[in-house]
C-alpha cells in the first residue's frame, strides 16, 4: 500500500466499520450515515472531476482486475468527466433516497449495493474492504422493518417543536 493512501484508507474503513454497526444497532442513523457518504462522495467526485479528472486514471493502476483497467485506461479514459458526472449523480439520487421509505428506500439500497460491489475489485482505490463492509451494512438494513422516511420524521420534530 503507498503511503500517500494509507491515511485515507485506514479512515474510510473505519468509518465503514462504525457505519455497519449503527445500523445494525440504530437503521435509521445509519441511512442517515450511508446517505451522507453517498452525497459526500458525489460531491468529492464531481469536484475532482471538474478540477482534475485525469486523478481517476491511477484507479486502473491500483485495480487487479484486468478487465477493469482495460476499461479504465481505454473507453474510461476518453470521457471521464461524463463518467464521473454520470456515476456522481447516481450517488446523489442513492443518498436522497436512502432517506425514503419504502420501495424507493429498497431500490436505493440495492442500487447501493450493486455500486460498493462493483467497485470492490478497484481494490485500494476503492478502500478496499470498506465497500463490501459498506454493502453488508445495507444488506442489514433491507431485513429492518423501516416504517417512515427521515424526511417524514423530520417535519414532525420540526412541526411538534414549534408548538
Known sequence: METDYTVAYIITNVIAILTAVIAMLWPNV????????????????????????????????????????????????????????????CQVLIGAFLLYKGKL?????????????AIAPLGIGSAFPSSLILATALVILLRKKIEYSIYEGLGRKIKYSSH
Not at 462522495?41 to 472531476?49: D, E, G, I
Open 30 to 89: 445509519g441511512r442517515v450515515f450511508l446517505s451522507g457518504i453517498f452525497i459526500g462522495a458525489a460531491a468529492f467526485n464531481a469536484f475532482t472531476a471538474s478540477g482534475n479528472p485525469g486523478l481517476y486514471l491511477q484507479f486502473g493502476e491500483l485495480t487487479t482486475s484486468g478487465f477493469y483497467r482495460g476499461i479504465i485506461l481505454g473507453p474510461f479514459s476518453e470521457h471521464i468527466q461524463a463518467y464521473i458526472f454520470i456515476i456522481a449523480g
Open 105 to 117: 428506500l429498497k431500490t436505493a439500497m440495492v442500487g447501493a449495493i450493486i455500486f460498493l460491489l
